[in-house]
């Protein structure tokens, strides 16, 4: 079917060009028309206006969370403005979500930081003990030894 020199298959494929405003004025004007003339099209207008609206709330709830953990994170590693510490702690008292998110977010951070001290604790252990232990069958140890021996029986002659 033709409505404004566009046919549905190509509005179809326009939709999403069409929704997201990124058509120049002149295909945009011509994608309109064929909507306002052919209703099949425009039922496929509204569950795609009606879907990007949704994904569109979702982007910002998403980038609102992205920004309040970087506060967090901010704030909870001394680095944040000293100027924006009021307003963050303001907040922190007025929004639930801020205060579960510290919660949770302190708990992540002592977690990783205990888990990264005991296994740097744990390698160093390790790599000590088997270093020893090559030295030793190695016979690293006894030629030091001798060498130092002979060292200072130079100085006893």
Known sequence: MLKGNLTCTIVGKLLTHYVEDNLDRKCKEM????LRNCPLCMEKYMVVKKLFNEAEKKRKLIKE??????????YIDGEMEKSRINDFEATL?????????LLNISKLKRTLNNSFYKTKYNIE???????MERLKTSGFINRIKNAVERFFTCFHQ
Do not use: F, G, P
């Open 65 to 74: 969370r992205e920004n309040m953990y970087e506060e967090i994170s901010l």
């Open 125 to 131: 252990t390790d790599i000590s003990k088997k270093v």
């Open 93 to 101: 008292n007025k929004r639930k979500e801020y205060e579960e998110a």
């Open 31 to 34: 994608v309109s028309i064929h």
